[in-house]
């Protein structure tokens, strides 16, 4: 089992930052195969940033130039940096651990961005 705990989510005028917290934990791991999502209401689940087995990072259109998706390795924890929001960010943010077979969510957190 692995557990995923987010954290940082809140209300923020258009314009404002926020940064999202995941702090995983459980069996052995690879925070490479981490990601984060986000669902807005009446809307699919998207992708929002994750990094590539190749070591890189893929970020949606929407939010290239905006987000950051770092981590620290000492804490298993990643981060997810949010700058400029718009209130078309406003959704609930779940982070993902993919392990190949499967996956696991975090409980999600909400970001409500206010124009």
């Known amino acids: 089992q692995v557990q995923l705990v987010e954290s940082g989510g809140g209300l923020v005028q258009a314009g404002g930052s926020l940064r999202l917290s995941c702090a995983a934990s459980?069996?052995?791991?690879?925070?490479?195969?981490m990601g984060w999502y986000r669902q807005a209401p009446g809307k699919q689940r998207e992708l929002v940033a994750a990094?590539?087995?190749?070591?890189?990072?893929n970020y949606a259109d929407s939010v290239k130039g905006r987000f950051t998706f770092y981590r620290d390795n000492a804490k298993n924890t990643v981060y997810l940096q949010m700058n400029s929001l718009k209130p078309e960010d406003t959704a609930v943010y779940y982070c993902n651990y993919d392990y190949g077979l499967g996956d696991y969510w975090g409980q999600g957190t909400q970001v409500t961005v206010s124009s």
């Open positions: 459980g069996r052995t791991f690879s925070i490479n195969s």
């Open positions: 990094f590539t087995s190749g070591g890189s990072t």
